[in-house]
């Protein structure tokens, strides 16, 4: 009897398991991935795209990880465990030497400042020359923006600046102990510095014409799982193109959610709110957002071979081109198969 009750037991889980692991399958045909997110307002689409279910409809189970480094995300997003990335033109010379990823579309504007004390006497991008800039690591969005700033004002950023990395939440005192001259910061630790009074902001990519009415970040996704599950990636994208219309329409709740939910390195809800009204969300998502990002794309490619990070003589439109995917498309034509 014993022995028969516990056959009859194994069955049953064996059974419950089947059962579960085929409901799972079914809710997300299109399997399971990781997206990297960190405390940034720029990273709130990767979030709220979590939070409200947004991949989950689309059918794909993504996991949110945090922690990770620039380098260490790229390779898992090469490998394809990590499925999209919200990156930037920081990606490019990468790209080009190599690393198998591809553009699949802008995600929003302006969330970047480089900021000064405020009796610094660096007025102008020249005056960077021979300074030394806060960043949060080396190669990473800030110190490429901070890269094409200075470049536009003479300066060559690999050989006239010297880049320091910090932690986000250490760069403020980094400065007012005298270790950088300037910080070059994601939102909100960059508003968040400028409210205290106590900087200046010598360039606010959200208003700086370099950068205005530009996407300062971009989905990158893995190019191992775009020819390998075109389906996967799309239904990413879709999740993320719900979550920018969602927050463009919604700030305040947006802002609301991601506070509560300790998704962004601030408790001030006003702040977080005034932020993504900022960024412009409206006009990057739908069919619209993939002529902006190819022509933003262009943009910041041809910016990075004026300072060195790609090479001069490069066809800027041809690679991008070559890293552009219409994921919708490919995803369309591995249905007819």
Request: with cysteine; charged share 25%; net charge negative.
């Amino acid at each position: 009897m014993k022995r028969f009750l516990a056959v009859t037991m194994a069955l049953f889980l064996a059974g419950t398991f089947s059962a579960c692991k085929k409901a799972e399958e079914n809710k997300y045909p299109y399997g399971e991935y990781e997206i990297a997110y960190g405390g940034s307002t720029c990273g709130s689409p990767t979030s709220i795209a979590s939070l409200k279910g947004f991949f989950d409809e689309e059918g794909v189970k993504i996991d949110l990880v945090s922690g990770s480094t620039f380098e260490a995300e790229r390779a898992a997003l090469a490998a394809g465990k990590i499925i999209v990335e919200n990156g930037d033109f920081q990606y490019f010379p990468g790209v080009h030497n190599g690393l198998d990823v591809k553009l699949i579309g802008g995600l929003h504007e302006g969330c970047i400042k480089i900021l000064v004390p405020r009796d610094s006497p660096i007025v102008e991008l020249s005056d960077l020359r021979g300074k030394t800039i806060a960043v949060d690591e080396i190669g990473g969005t800030p110190m490429s923006v901070a890269s094409v700033a200075a470049g536009s004002g003479g300066v060559d950023p690999q050989t006239e600046i010297t880049w320091v990395p910090y932690p986000n939440d250490q760069i403020s005192q980094a400065v007012e102990k005298g270790e950088v001259d300037v910080a070059a910061l994601w939102d909100p630790f960059a508003t968040t510095l400028e409210n205290t009074g106590n900087y200046r902001v010598l360039v606010d990519i959200s208003e700086h014409p370099l950068f205005a009415g530009r996407a300062c970040c971009f989905l990158f996704a893995s190019g191992k799982l775009v020819r390998e599950n075109p389906g996967a990636v799309a239904a990413v994208l879709r999740g993320y193109h719900k979550a920018v219309a969602w927050i463009g329409a919604n700030p305040a709740e947006a802002a609301r959610i991601l506070v509560e939910e300790k998704k962004v390195a601030t408790d001030d809800t006003a702040l977080v709110t005034e932020l993504l009204g900022h960024y412009h969300y409206d006009q990057h998502s739908g069919t619209a957002a993939a002529a902006r990002a190819k022509d933003d794309a262009v943009y910041f490619a041809r910016e990075l071979t004026k300072i060195g990070y790609l090479p001069a003589d490069l066809d800027v439109e041809k690679f991008v081109d070559d890293i552009y995917v219409d994921i919708f498309a490919l995803e369309a034509a591995a249905k007819k198969k």
